[in-house]
């Protein structure tokens, strides 16, 4: 029986990595494009050979609750040739959030270093912007690097940026 159960867990496992799709930067608008290019003009900068792209580097989710498509691009995952820490550093990995405008453009609202971000629950009535909880540098709160820094935004149309007190 536990044989059996190995069996039908190592299938799935097989099925799901046949599911996933490599990332492929000609799914989204020019200005995505744009902002992910920035890992491979940095890697060329830095000598660093070929950049390697995870399947959720941008990842496609409504924000700002108008009923567009909205991206994050996390270079978490993203590697520039042997080089794990081109696009991370104690601060975080580098981050970009571009929302689209009623006029189908895209616009980037956020560009920083975020240690890790989670999408809080959907908002609470229908329209309405979701928040992002942002782990950061313990600089953002006063503090430093090691320490907890936790600061919350809703997701709109306009740019924001996190300060150092």
């Known amino acids: 029986m536990r044989h059996l159960i190995l069996l039908l867990v190592l299938f799935a ?12 930067l000609s ?4 200005d995505v494009q744009k902002a ?16 390697s792209f995870a399947a959720d580097t941008v990842r496609r989710i409504d924000l700002t609750g108008d009923g ?37 453009h895209v616009r980037p609202v956020f560009d920083g270093y975020v240690r890790r971000y989670t999408i809080v629950a959907p908002p609470p009535k229908r329209g309405a912007p979701r928040t992002i909880r942002f782990d950061l540098h313990g600089s953002y709160c ?18 924001f940026a ?4």
């Not at 006063?142 to 740019?159: D, L, R």
């Not at 996190?162 to 007190?165: D, G, I, L, N």
């Open 36 to 51: 992910v290019r920035y890992a491979n003009e940095e890697c060329e900068s830095q000598g660093g050979g070929a950049v």
């Open 68 to 104: 567009r498509d909205d991206y994050i691009v996390d270079f978490s995952n993203t590697r520039c040739g042997e080089r794990e820490t081109t696009y991370c550093g104690t601060g975080g990995c580098t981050m970009t959030i571009l929302v689209t405008l009623p006029d189908g």
């Open 27 to 30: 799914n989204y608008p020019p």
């Open 162 to 165: 996190f300060k150092q007190p």
């Open 142 to 159: 006063g503090g430093f690097g090691a320490q907890a820094c936790v600061k919350q935004k809703a997701i709109t149309a306009t740019p």
């Open 13 to 24: 496992s097989a099925a799901r990595a046949e599911d996933a799709k490599p990332f492929d």
